[in-house]
């Protein structure tokens, strides 16, 4: 006579019902009458006895996984037989509540959308096609998506002419709602950049996201240039095409021939440090994520004379510059405003923080850096990337601007105040522009950034 052993199937699922029989007596004992309780603990029992032996047979531990399940078609309850949909909701639930307790209490994730803390950390970036041979295929842009988060997109000219912009109400873009398969995640409503291009006499619609300019990406493809204002070119109308426009190319373009080929690369990733400002204060020098939400109503009690307001609840990242009592001051060197320095994105100063040059950070040392070599020679290359702080707004030169604390005099709110900037000085609406962050919408700090794969990857400085 031969005995079979069991199969490694028949020992998974055998484990698998005793485990939901020892649960089912544990949550249901007091709830089960005497007879109930023993047959289910003796199944339980034998069947625990057969698995351990060795070997185990197959016979014998199929004759007592069904005693167990009879047990639990009896006196098993909710636990059984329990569907693996719900199972699987359950599973969900447990991790949705891990993650929701997680970022609500230690990290939290983040995503860059814009360029005011560049080079310290990153936005969405373009990457200019200027020849279209170098548009690259499906398999590379995969590759650039999982890597990069790079998304891809062109303007295929659908007949033959020159090439216009087609300005719209108050610029050069217009804002729309995007639907599938254009928003967020494919499916979810987003708000997009629509520009209009025109060739030939046909209109060509591009979307980008909301936060991403364009612009710039078109003055420096078809002018060479950084800002779309400073085109040279000439605004036209005639009866052919109604509402004016820019002409961007000399160049006929032919029906078929991509006009237009970028990727725009996904701003940095990073998590959000939730928890050590519970216990430590933010230090000046601190890549700072806050919202917005009652940045404009803390500014307006304190008396802060703003000149911008916020208008929404936000997240936004910056560095903090100045803590509650501090004093801030810029000042630009005199030889600025004689050299011949370009002004055109504001006055280049150097920062003070209670009498002395901002320090202890990179971005401090760089930014000043920056603007003494723009003191000393106006055409000064600019190695680091950091563009110098500029005086505007709250703090123009020269004047002096005190960071409000909780016990300050014209402080009606009992909240400390503190003051953030960009890195990208230039281009970054910050406190100069808005005011004080109050110390309840500090979300946290910078702590690390985990994607795209580039030379920003790593803890964050």
């Known amino acids: 006579m031969t005995f079979q052993k069991a199969s490694r199937i028949q020992r998974k699922g055998a484990k698998e019902i005793l485990r939901v029989g020892q649960k089912a007596l544990a949550y249901r004992k007091d709830l089960l009458d005497k007879e109930q309780r023993d047959r289910l603990k003796h199944a339980n029992e034998k069947l625990l006895g057969v698995m351990r032996a060795k070997p185990v047979l197959s016979a014998s531990l199929e004759e007592s996984a069904n005693e167990v399940d009879l047990a639990l078609r009896e006196s098993g309850g909710l636990y059984y037989r329990k569907k693996s949909l719900v199972e699987n909701i359950e599973m969900l639930l447990v991790a949705a509540i891990v993650v929701i307790g997680i970022r609500s209490f230690f990290i939290q994730p983040f995503i860059i959308p814009t360029n005011s803390m560049f080079p310290s950390f990153s936005g969405m970036q373009p990457n200019i096609y200027e020849d279209t041979s170098e548009v690259p295929g499906f398999f590379q842009r995969a590759v650039d998506k999982v890597l990069l988060g790079a998304a891809h997109y062109k303007l295929k000219a659908e007949s033959s002419g020159n090439l216009y912009l087609k300005l719209q109400a108050g610029g050069s873009f217009r804002f729309a709602r995007a639907n599938f398969p254009d928003g967020r995640f494919f499916i979810f409503p987003t708000t997009v950049r629509e520009y209009v291009f025109e060739i030939g006499g046909k209109e060509h619609l591009l979307r980008v996201p909301a936060e991403f300019d364009l612009d710039e990406l078109l003055a420096r493809k078809f002018a060479g240039i950084e800002n779309l204002r400073d085109l040279p070119m000439v605004v036209t109308q005639d009866h052919g095409f109604s509402g004016n426009r820019l002409k961007l190319s000399d160049q006929p373009i032919r029906k078929g021939d991509l006009a237009l080929a970028f990727d725009i690369l996904l701003g940095d990733a990073l998590f959000v440090d939730r928890m050590s400002y519970n216990f430590v204060s933010p230090k000046s020098g601190d890549p700072l994520v806050f919202r917005t939400g009652s940045i404009d109503d803390f500014n307006r ?119 953030a900037m960009g890195d990208n000085s230039t281009d970054s609406l910050d406190g100069r522009a808005w005011g004080f962050v109050p110390e309840d919408e500090i979300i946290g700090r910078a702590l690390l950034v985990y994607y795209p794969f580039t030379r920003r990857w790593g803890f964050t400085h």
């Open 301 to 419: 009690k304190v008396g802060t004379p703003v000149r911008t307001l916020i208008g929404e609840d936000k997240y936004y990242i910056k560095r903090l510059i100045g803590e509650p009592g501090d004093t801030l001051e810029m000042r630009v060197p005199e030889s600025i405003f004689t050299n011949g320095t370009d002004v055109r994105k504001g006055v280049p100063g150097i920062l003070y923080r209670n009498g002395e040059p901002l320090h202890g950070r990179t971005a401090f040392e760089k930014n000043r850096q920056r603007t003494e070599s723009l003191a000393d020679l106006p055409d000064a290359q600019n190695q680091s990337g950091f563009p110098g702080y500029r005086a505007e707004g709250l703090l123009t030169n020269r004047s002096v601007l005190k960071v409000p604390d909780r016990n300050s005099s014209n402080n009606p709110t009992g909240k400390k105040g503190f003051f």
